[in-house]
């Protein structure tokens, strides 16, 4: 009996990466039945995966990771208006409406440079993580590109698992063998709620590493301030 066409959900990625998700899969389907079914597999968790991760941004919580070097990061967001502040051990970074904060330790103490905060039209969270990565943390925009280059990588080995950080249930891959990818193996927890419980990987000749040690759904009152004492740069434009 002939293959059935596959349909797969990925309405929640994007377009690039969907399309890209969409020629394998039914490429695959014109090879065989089983490459097919893996094809699909792999879609289907991309998919999933994409879409508890973009859900976080929609959230209020703060997360504290403990890092590779066994320092703490905290991660806090908020809605209405949209803030977001990820303190790393020597500096914080925070994003509110009125600014951008990049606050670093230096030889004298803290120095805060304010700029612009993000337009409208830009994501707080996308903002925070990409200026973030080298510091420490893991940014979920980068788990799912890992994970859509697994998916089309035709070697690629994903297993599955349960389980639970920081009181928080999520689900757990391990994956291998992924070719034309930042990483060729890596191991991720994505919980319920779309938060990324933990990392491990070697990317781009970086080994990244995370994991979720406390979670709760709401933030401070100071969590987006500036640190006490922080010498301030002002750089943003000024009014006419």
Same mark, same amino acid.
């Given at each position: 009996m002939p293959c059935a066409r596959p349909r797969?959900? =990925?309405?929640?990625?994007?377009?690039?990466?969907?399309?890209? =998700?969409?020629?394998?899969?039914f490429g695959a389907t014109l090879a065989g039945c089983g490459d097919a079914q893996q094809a699909i597999g792999?879609?289907? =968790?991309?998919? $999933?995966?994409? &879409?508890?991760?973009?859900?976080? &941004? $929609? =959230?209020?919580?703060t997360a504290d990771y403990q890092l590779a070097d066994g320092q703490r990061a905290t991660i806090a967001q908020a809605q209405d208006p949209r803030r977001a502040a990820y303190t790393y051990p020597g500096g914080k970074f925070a994003t509110t409406r009125d600014s951008t904060a990049d606050c670093r330790l230096e030889a004298g103490g803290t120095t805060c440079t304010l700029t612009a905060p993000p337009s409208p039209s830009t994501e707080t969270t996308f903002s925070l993580l990409s200026a973030v990565r080298e510091r420490g943390l893991v940014p979920p925009t980068l788990v799912v590109g890992l994970l859509t280059s697994a998916s089309l990588s035709p070697n690629t080995v994903i297993e599955q698992h349960d389980t639970t950080l920081a009181g928080e249930h999520a689900t757990c891959i391990s994956v291998s063998g992924v070719e034309n990818s930042a990483a060729s193996q890596f191991d991720a927890c994505i919980t319920s709620g779309g938060v990324l419980g933990s990392f491990k990987g070697l990317v781009d000749g970086k080994t990244l590493e995370v994991s979720l040690i406390r979670y709760v759904a709401s933030v401070t009152d100071d969590a987006f301030d500036l640190p006490a004492r922080a010498r301030v740069v002002d750089q943003r434009p000024k009014a006419p």
């Open positions: 797969i959900p =990925l309405r929640h990625l994007r377009r690039r990466a969907a399309t890209a =998700l969409v020629a394998v899969a792999r879609a289907h =968790l991309v998919n $999933e995966m994409a &879409s508890r991760l973009d859900h976080a &941004s $929609e =959230l209020t919580y």
